[in-house]
């Protein structure tokens, strides 16, 4: 049976942080809207911040639905499962926010991921959630499934973009600058790393 934290600390922020994988599902406001649910992964890319804010690097890909869905309403919900050890599924319904590389937190957010070489991954934006309601339940039906290593396409594709070339390359995608819904996605051009 389920149940409902307070914060993120203790066995909670461990078994999260142990998880190599993680999902982020949003809405846009529209009930005719496509609801987006996405997988995350490569290890070091997702921190909690404190007990009720956690983040994660939203790197190059080809839709921002997650982005123009964030800056519309702000649901978000973020959802690990054990796929190894006992059973369990945690849920982090909240509000989050994507800050993008020319916001003044850019920086101190940055501090926290310090073992992703980011300028391999296209980084667009720190997608930061601030926590609502955190729940766990059971998860008797997830299967074991064993996790070997991160995939490295996803660094060999984008470490030969810089800002100009990534910027050519999301103004070039459909769904980047505009959600599927029409909502307003990634600011392009994209401000420069530093």
Not at 48 to 62: C, R
Not at 138 to 144: H, N, W
Not at 165 to 194: I, N, R, T
Request: include cysteine.
């Amino acid at each position: 049976m389920g149940k409902e934290y307070e914060r993120i600390s203790g066995r909670l922020r461990e078994f999260i942080e142990q998880q190599p994988v993680f999902f982020t599902a949003t809405a846009p406001l529209s009930g005719d809207g496509k609801v987006n649910l996405s997988p995350k992964g490569l290890r070091g890319s997702f921190a909690v911040l404190d007990e009720l804010t956690v983040a994660y690097l939203d790197f190059a890909g080809s839709n921002a639905e997650t982005i123009a869905h964030l800056r519309e309403n702000g649901r978000i919900t973020l959802m690990w499962c054990a796929f190894a050890g006992p059973p369990n599924i945690v849920r982090v319904h909240g509000r989050g926010e994507p800050v993008f590389r020319d916001d003044p937190r850019w920086p101190d957010l940055m501090a926290h991921f310090p073992t992703v070489d980011v300028s391999q991954h296209g980084l667009r934006a720190i997608i930061v959630v601030r926590a609502e309601l955190v729940r766990d339940t059971c998860g008797y039906a997830v299967p074991f499934m064993t996790y070997d290593e991160d995939r490295d396409l996803h660094a060999k594709r984008f470490a030969r973009e810089d800002d100009a070339s990534l910027s050519a390359y999301f103004e070039k995608k459909e769904y980047v600058a505009v959600s599927m819904d029409g909502l307003p996605g990634l600011p392009l051009p994209l401000p420069p790393s530093s």
